[in-house]
């Protein structure tokens, strides 16, 4: 699986509008159920939100999401701080989360 960590500020305007949009991409994954992506998304006290993605072949079972694609309509007007995507390996994982065959209970 390849992993990536998205950072980003969001002018304290935006806050609540980028946040309903995530929590509207968590809907439409809870609703088709891709097997093939890891997501989750912190936001900081600070407006800074992180996005840590997972995915075996490509990210499309997410970025094709309607719920996805307007969260990235002007992703660049809501936001503070340049977008910095990276690359990441999962070094330590304690029920975070879930691996290839587990469930991790809510």
């Given at each position: ?58 990210s499309s079972a997410l970025?094709?999401l309607d ?40």
């Amino acid at each position: 699986m390849t992993y990536n960590v998205i950072r980003y500020g969001v002018k304290d305007t935006s806050i609540t509008e980028n946040r309903a949009l995530v929590e509207k991409v968590f809907e439409a994954l809870d609703k088709t159920q891709p097997q093939s992506v890891r997501y989750l998304v912190l936001e900081l006290d600070n407006g800074e939100f992180i996005h840590l993605v997972g995915y075996d072949k490509d990210s499309s079972a997410l970025t094709e999401l309607d719920a996805f694609k307007a969260f990235g309509a002007n992703h660049v007007g809501r936001r503070s701080t340049p977008l910095v995507r990276a690359p990441a390996k999962i070094v330590g994982n304690y029920r975070m989360l879930a691996k290839a065959d587990e469930v991790v209970p809510a």
